[in-house]
T-cell receptor, first 111, second 117 residues
C-alpha cells in the first residue's frame, strides 16, 4: 500500500459544479498537506497548503484536513473549464523537505 | 524571471544510448530535485540535492546519476538508456528555510519528455 492514495479519475463535471478531490494517507507523522495543480504538458504548481488539521479557503478553493481519519480534500466551487487539470495531493513531515505525492486526479470541467 | 528551466524538452533515444538532462534555476534556491512522472504512478523522486555539493538518492535512483554543478544547475544523466526509462522528467527547486514564507513549496520546470526505443 502506498503512503498516499489518490484516485486517478478522470472526474468529469459540468461547469458550475462543486468538485471534491480527495486523498488518504497512512503516515501519521505528516503535518503539511499540499495541493498542486498541473495543466497538460506543464509542471505542477502549488495551489494551496495547510498545516495540521482544519480548513483553509482561497477564493473558490477550500482545502480540508482530517488527521483523525487521515483524509484530505480539496473543494472547488463554481468550477470552470479553466480548472481542467490534474490535481496532485502532497504531504510531508515537519523538518522534511521531501514531499510524498499522490498519483494525481484528472479533472475535466465541460461547458 | 525564468524560474526552473529544463533542456531538452523532448528527446528520443535508442536503447543503450546515453544523455544528460539539464536543469537550471535562477531563484537562488538551495535544494533541487529530479522526479519522473509516469501514467498512473504519480511523481517519483529520483535524486535530490539539499545544497550545493550534496546529492542523495530518492525512491527510484537505479539507472541514473546526477551532478550538482553549482548552486544554479542540477543535471540528470542516463548512462545506458532503457525503454523503462521512457517518462516525463521534472526538475524542481525549493526556497531556503528560515524565511516567513512557506518553505515546503517545490517550483517545477515544464518537464523533459524522453522516449527510449
Amino acid at each position: 500500500q502506498k503512503e498516499v492514495e489518490q484516485d486517478p479519475g478522470p472526474l468529469s463535471v459540468p461547469e458550475g459544479a462543486i468538485v471534491s478531490l480527495n486523498c488518504t494517507y497512512s503516515n501519521s507523522a505528516f503535518q503539511y498537506f499540499m495541493w498542486y495543480r498541473q495543466y497538460s504538458r506543464k509542471g505542477p504548481e502549488l495551489l494551496m497548503y495547510t498545516y495540521s488539521s482544519g480548513n483553509k479557503e482561497d477564493g473558490r478553493f477550500t482545502a480540508q484536513v482530517d488527521k483523525s481519519s487521515k483524509y484530505i480534500s480539496l473543494f472547488i466551487r463554481d468550477s470552470q473549464p479553466s480548472d481542467s487539470a490534474t490535481y496532485l495531493c502532497a504531504m510531508k513531515r515537519g523538518g522534511s523537505y521531501i514531499p510524498t505525492f499522490g498519483r494525481g486526479t484528472s479533472l475535466i470541467v465541460h461547458p | 524571471n525564468a524560474g526552473v528551466t529544463q533542456t531538452p524538452k523532448f528527446q528520443v533515444l535508442k536503447t543503450g544510448q546515453s544523455m544528460t538532462l539539464q536543469c537550471a534555476q535562477d531563484m537562488n534556491h538551495n535544494s533541487m530535485y529530479w522526479y519522473r512522472q509516469d501514467p498512473g504512478m504519480g511523481l517519483r523522486l529520483i535524486y535530490y540535492s539539499a545544497s550545493e555539493g550534496t546529492t542523495d538518492k530518492g525512491e527510484v535512483p537505479n539507472g541514473y546519476n546526477v551532478s550538482r554543478l553549482n548552486k544554479r544547475e542540477f543535471s540528470l544523466r542516463l548512462e545506458s538508456a532503457a525503454p523503462s526509462q521512457t517518462s516525463v522528467y521534472f526538475c524542481a527547486s525549493r526556497r531556503p528555510s528560515g524565511t516567513l514564507t512557506f518553505d515546503g513549496e517545490l517550483f517545477f520546470g515544464e518537464g523533459s519528455r524522453l522516449t527510449v526505443l
